[in-house]
């Protein structure tokens, strides 16, 4: 395994041309090297020196960030909270020098030391970092040592004054790292409101509705704190539709919320009377949330996103000449349905390639079960009308990226990305006959290079995965059944159909990668 993936990764960062080498790379190859493209255009050091600038000296400085400029003058101070959030600092201190005054960050318990083994120093800060690392969350889960970092945290910002400046890096998982309720609730109290509304079904936006009503720092907290200091917060996306106050519940986001509305959200559910005591007397007694001083202190800034990481896999696809769409950044939803939308995607894509009677079938119903998906920017009647045209002229790529959901079942291993591959794989093994003529492969996988409890991102298949996986007595249904699709992929062909990246620093969701092209004889 370890020999496959330094041949892969080199091939990923090798710079020769595509004239005879292309031809002879498979989709397996292309797949892989997409999927690193867009993991790369958001990988800190990347995204840092993109949005921001520093002009003139020690002694009188700009920076430029978002369009705007802001003096520097040994009056910086940074906070951060998340999983990307140690090589966003490392690349922050790199660029502002010795105007960083102070920093405190608070990271997933682990990530230096992880960082570290992977070999990724220029994710790590010096030795001589004025910046301080906290490492809590374990688990993704709020706990004693994330509420230590949070009170650092709100400490540092509260301590500024109006000719400091405060950059603050917000990435997907800080919400976990930033839990500083308001008293007299507790961490047990939050974390037990929390755990009641989300075995009762409560939405993400209701969860993060009642999460910002009772915390100190969330929702536009940790601005107020910060006042009058000026507040650019750089934020990388791992919500769908980039909503800044749904990202880490918004930290620098001043929320609209209103206690009635939390109420209404605890009498939904039933749960009003059953909560934690100190949950309504919070709602109860805390005024109606306020907006910020003076707003124009505070610069939201998106620096990284799943679109930003697609555009990038774009133009790599196109490299290496695929005819390319970009489907969707908001794929969500129950993985057994999105499964049988991939899978039902390539075979109409392949009735385009071998001019199928039975195309127009199979379009009405891609266009049926895209409906019930409810995805938000999928205009498929559009994309499915490009497909045909692409098919005609040459080899087809399919981009789309987005988080989706499983349903355990068993006590495997395995996370949403891998077992999406495996089920779009049996999906195929049903219709393997309509798709003969065509080689096509699928790639899934998280862009943070971790997918559930295990060392792969993602996975990889084809429409021959099942057929062969019996050929060694696996059975991927019973693999299904326990959950257990990296228990599958580690079996199957001495892992080579894992997608294994090591943590990559950064965090925008998935990225899918379907690959479609007319059979090459050898």
């Known amino acids: 395994m370890a020999r496959l993936l330094r041949v892969t990764i080199g091939r990923i960062f090798s710079c020769q041309s595509h004239?005879?080498?292309?031809?002879?790379?498979?989709?397996?190859?292309?797949?892989?090297?997409?999927?690193?493209?867009?993991?790369?255009?958001?990988?800190?050091?990347?995204?840092?020196?993109?949005?921001?600038?520093?002009?003139?000296?020690?002694?009188?400085?700009?920076?430029?960030?978002g369009g705007k400029e802001f003096t520097l003058k040994k009056n910086l101070y940074l906070v951060g909270f998340g999983k990307a959030v140690l090589g966003m600092a490392a690349a922050v201190e790199q660029i502002v020098g010795n105007h960083l005054v102070e920093?405190?960050?608070?990271?997933?318990?682990?990530?230096?030391?992880?960082?570290?083994?992977?070999?990724?120093?220029?994710?790590l800060l010096s030795a001589e970092s004025r910046i301080r690392v906290m490492e809590g969350a374990a688990n993704n889960l709020p706990d004693e040592a994330a509420m230590t970092a949070a009170g650092e945290i709100h400490?540092?910002?509260?301590?500024?004054?109006?000719?400091?400046?405060?950059?603050?890096?917000?990435?997907?998982?800080?919400?976990?790292?930033?839990?500083?309720?308001?008293?007299?609730?507790?961490?047990?109290?939050?974390?037990?409101?929390?755990?009641?509304?989300?075995?009762?079904?409560?939405?993400?936006?209701?969860?993060?509705?009642i999460r910002r009503a009772l915390s100190q720092l969330k929702g536009g907290g940790l601005s107020r704190a910060?006042?009058?200091?000026?507040?650019?917060s750089l934020i990388l996306s791992d919500a769908i539709g980039d909503d800044l106050d749904v990202i880490a519940s918004g930290p620098t986001v001043?929320?609209?919320?209103?206690?009635?509305?939390?109420?209404?959200?605890?009498?939904?559910?039933?749960l009003r009377g059953s909560v934690p005591p100190a949950v309504e007397d919070v709602l109860l007694c805390r005024p109606r949330a306020q907006p910020l001083p003076h707003p124009d202190h505070v610069h939201n800034i998106l620096i990284g996103?799943?679109?930003?990481?697609?555009?990038?896999?774009?133009?790599?696809?196109?490299?290496?000449?695929?005819?390319?769409?970009?489907?969707?950044?908001?794929?969500?939803?129950?993985?057994?349905?999105?499964?049988?939308?991939?899978?039902?995607?390539?075979?109409v894509i392949c009735s385009y390639v071998m001019s199928a009677p039975h195309r127009?079938?199979?379009?009405?119903?891609?266009?049926?079960?895209?409906?019930?998906?409810?995805?938000?920017?999928?205009?498929?009647?559009?994309?499915?009308?490009?497909?045909?045209?692409?098919?005609?002229?040459?080899?087809?790529?399919?981009?789309?990226?987005?988080?989706?959901?499983?349903?355990?079942?068993?006590?495997?291993?395995?996370?949403?990305?891998?077992?999406?591959?495996?089920r779009v794989a049996t999906e195929w093994h049903q219709v393997s006959a309509t798709m003969q003529g065509c080689e096509v492969v699928f790639l899934s996988g998280g862009t943070d290079g971790q997918d559930g409890p295990t060392q792969a991102a993602g996975a990889i298949s084809y429409p021959q995965l099942v057929d062969q996986a019996r050929q060694y007595s696996?059975?991927?249904?019973?693999?299904?059944?326990?959950?257990?699709?990296?228990?599958?992929?580690?079996?199957?062909?001495?892992?080579?159909?894992?997608?294994?990246?090591?943590?990559?620093?950064?965090?925008?969701?998935?990225?899918?990668?379907?690959?479609?092209?007319?059979?090459?004889?050898?």
Request: one cysteine or more; a neutral charge.
């Open 305 to 347: 996103s799943n679109l930003i990481s697609l555009r990038e896999a774009k133009q790599e696809a196109q490299r290496l000449g695929y005819v390319t769409s970009l489907l969707s950044t908001a794929i969500s939803g129950d993985v057994k349905l999105v499964a049988k939308f991939f899978a039902l995607l390539a075979e």
């Open 254 to 270: 001043c929320s609209a919320h209103k206690p009635e509305d939390c109420l209404q959200i605890l009498s939904k559910y039933n």
């Open 19 to 65: 004239g005879a080498a292309r031809n002879m790379a498979t989709l397996r190859d292309d797949a892989h090297q997409i999927f690193w493209s867009a993991v790369s255009a958001v990988l800190p050091p990347i995204m840092l020196r993109r949005a921001l600038t520093v002009r003139g000296n020690a002694e009188g400085s700009v920076l430029e960030c």
């Open 226 to 232: 910060a006042y009058p200091a000026q507040v650019v």
């Open 474 to 522: 696996l059975d991927v249904e019973d693999f299904l059944k326990a959950s257990d699709s990296y228990g599958f992929f580690s079996q199957f062909q001495n892992g080579k159909g894992l997608l294994v990246t090591g943590l990559t620093g950064t965090n925008v969701m998935d990225v899918q990668v379907l690959l479609v092209r007319r059979h090459k004889e050898q």
């Open 360 to 422: 127009q079938e199979l379009e009405e119903h891609i266009l049926s079960l895209a409906s019930s998906m409810d995805i938000p920017d999928l205009n498929l009647v559009n994309h499915l009308q490009k497909l045909k045209a692409a098919a005609a002229v040459g080899d087809v790529c399919v981009l789309c990226g987005g988080e989706t959901t499983v349903q355990v079942q068993g006590n495997g291993r395995g996370g949403r990305n891998q077992e999406l591959a495996l």
């Open 103 to 123: 920093g405190v960050i608070s990271v997933p318990q682990g990530m230096e030391e992880t960082l570290r083994r992977a070999g990724k120093r220029e994710m």
């Open 155 to 209: 400490r540092l910002a509260e301590k500024l004054e109006e000719n400091h400046l405060l950059v603050v890096l917000i990435s997907g998982g800080g919400s976990a790292l930033l839990p500083a309720p308001l008293p007299p609730l507790t961490l047990q109290d939050k974390q037990a409101i929390t755990k009641q509304l989300a075995l009762k079904g409560a939405t993400i936006q209701e969860l993060n509705t």
